[in-house]
């Protein structure tokens, strides 16, 4: 259905292309930046320097990026016993499904959607664990006050992934779902 011809589409856009695509990484660069750097630290005698917390910021990151490819592929495997693989790559992610004779591809569409938002929500709720277990440090620690902030961003990532935007050519989650829904709708 829907699926298969996004497949079909993307069968032309190499992974290389994805990991290497200037727009998508000149976004994707510029919200991590402007993530990493817009905190409010006023409240903090000491901050910790830019230079130290962008280190733990980008360890959050990927995991996060891995955590939510993990939500879409154990989800389409519960659901439908579809095989995928995770790629990473430059600040970004994606996961590939078993070809066009995909399990996923012919599963029913309320499989499809559980499967678009099972990474969304996983990846929010690890920006939230990130968040409640910074809330653990010392009040007025410069560190509690960035691991929170990196916690909020990761949410609001993730949250934003379920937008019905297609950025540059990659359709977020949301505009998968969309589509979904507006095939439903035809039927």
């Known amino acids: ?4 011809r996004h497949r079909k589409k993307a069968k032309n856009y190499t992974k ?14 510029l919200a991590l930046a402007i993530s990493c ?3 409010n630290v006023h409240a903090i005698r000491k901050p910790v320097p830019r230079s130290i917390a962008l280190v733990p910021a980008l ?5 996060n990026i891995y955590l939510h490819e993990l939500g879409h592929k154990y989800t389409a495997k519960m659901l439908t016993g579809a095989d995928s693989d995770i790629y990473i790559g430059l600040l970004s992610g994606y996961t590939e499904w078993d070809g ?8 029913h569409p309320k499989s499809q959607i559980a499967t678009c938002l099972a990474g969304p929500l996983l990846g929010a709720l690890g920006g939230y664990a990130v968040y409640a277990l910074a809330s653990l440090l010392p009040h007025q620690s410069a560190w509690r006050h960035e691991m929170q902030h990196n916690g909020q961003s990761l949410l609001w990532m993730n949250l934003l992934n379920l937008l019905p935007i297609n950025l540059f050519g990659r359709k ?5 779902i969309w589509e979904i829904i507006q095939e439903i709708r035809k039927s």
């Open 59 to 63: 360890i959050l990151l990927y995991s």
């Open 1 to 4: 259905m829907l699926l298969q």
């Open 172 to 176: 977020l989650d949301g505009y998968l």
């Open 100 to 107: 066009e004779n995909s399990q996923l591809l012919k599963a």
């Open 16 to 29: 290389k292309d994805f990991l290497h695509s200037k727009k998508t990484l000149t976004f994707l660069i």
């Open 37 to 39: 750097y817009s905190s």
